[in-house]
């Protein structure tokens, strides 16, 4: 039986399907062939060095981050050995005691109930009068200076950032207390009724927790102005110019654009500084008349901290003595875990409002 002959081929232009090569992955999903990825021209990228530097980069960040919790946990066992020791020597409360007496030959009793209030104390101060004239600068800087004289306040604002603690505390000493008289006169006279600025001895030499308060504001102040004005400047311009294009002012713009992005970021600068100011010692030192006499009168002369009481009586101690010193820098460094740890925890939950998810 005769067959029928085959049709010659026809030129068929080719399918998208034969145009593509197999892929390493398999065939590409919804297809019953194996073809998924289309040639590529030209060589193609070394993967290997890529994944080499990507394990390398991410072995050099966890080994980074490991090495910091390995010291920190090597300076707690450190302080915590040596405190464990004095305060099973201490006569008396090392809470509530309002004394420190740890010379050799008589009996030890010392307590850090005064140092941790001025600490404290002090440093609230600093952040009450700090934090908001640094964000005001910041903004100035960032919105409202012109590109001259931005630049020009912004290198100022980090060369100020930059000067030692001990200029700020002679600057103090020399300068600052002198002319705190007429304020805490002008206090006295008219917010005396709050105790807090009342004077139980007026006219008195203004060595006091204010005093060091306002000197550690202007301490503090150029590192949270640095801060902010950066984040102020990674607010997205599209941002801006929605509400501008919605027919804000520049403040609504600040109020509804710029300040909620840079929310969880001011409180991280404002943290920085906090951190400098609990732990400031030199400019203390210069500043404030050591007193362990507990006064809520803020303005009359006395107090002490933490910082400033280990920086004073460190040489002269002995034993007992300096493991007492180290007692209070671990009361010191647990207060600064807390702020820090209060300051993680109020971004956490302030992240969905501010640029942090932009």
């Not at 998924?36 to 390398?56: E, M, N």
């Not at 201490?90 to 850090?112: C, K, M, R, V």
């Not at 002995?318 to 807390?338: K, M, W, Y």
Request: proline share 6%.
């Amino acid at each position: 039986m005769d067959t029928p002959d085959t049709a010659p081929p026809q030129d068929v232009p080719p399918s998208k399907d034969d145009l593509l090569v197999d892929s390493p992955k398999g065939p590409r999903r919804g297809s019953g062939t194996s073809a998924t990825v289309p040639a590529l021209a030209g060589p193609q990228r070394g993967r290997g060095k890529v994944r080499i530097g990507d394990r390398l980069f991410a072995g050099s960040s966890r080994g980074s981050g490991i090495v910091l919790l390995v010291v920190m946990a090597a300076i707690a066992v450190f302080l915590t050995i040596r405190s464990v020791n004095a305060i099973s020597h201490d006569q008396g409360n090392f809470l509530t005691t309002f004394e420190w007496n740890t010379q050799e030959g008589a009996p030890l009793s010392f307590g850090i109930a005064v140092l941790a209030f001025g600490t404290v104390v002090s440093a609230v101060i600093a952040m009450i009068i700090a934090v908001p004239v640094a964000i005001g600068v910041a903004l100035f800087i960032s919105h409202y200076a012109p590109r001259r004289m931005a630049q020009a306040l912004g290198y100022v604002i980090d060369l100020l950032a930059a000067v030692p603690s001990i200029v700020y505390g002679l600057w103090g000493a020399l300068f600052l207390v002198p002319h705190m008289l007429g304020v805490n006169a002008w206090l006295n006279q008219y917010f005396g009724w709050t105790y807090i600025f009342g004077q139980s001895q007026p006219g008195a030499q203004p060595r006091s927790l204010f005093s060091v308060g306002v000197l550690l504001a202007i301490m503090i102040l150029p590192i949270i102005t640095a801060v902010s004005r950066e984040i102020f400047l990674q607010v997205p311009r599209m941002y801006e110019e929605a509400a501008l294009a919605l027919g804000a002012t520049r403040w609504e713009v600040i109020r509804t654009s710029v300040l909620p992005f840079a929310r969880s970021g001011i409180i991280s600068a404002s943290m920085l500084g906090l951190g400098r100011a609990l732990g400031e010692t030199m400019a203390v030192a210069t500043v404030l008349s050591p007193s362990l006499l507990l006064s809520f009168h803020l303005t009359d002369p006395g107090g002490s901290t933490i910082a400033q009481n280990i920086a004073t009586q460190f040489g002269e101690s002995q034993g007992v003595g300096r493991d007492a010193l180290i007692a209070s820098g671990l009361v010191l460094f647990l207060i600064t875990l807390l702020v820090n740890g209060g300051a993680r925890l109020i971004i956490a939950r302030r992240k969905e409002y501010s640029g942090a998810n932009a």
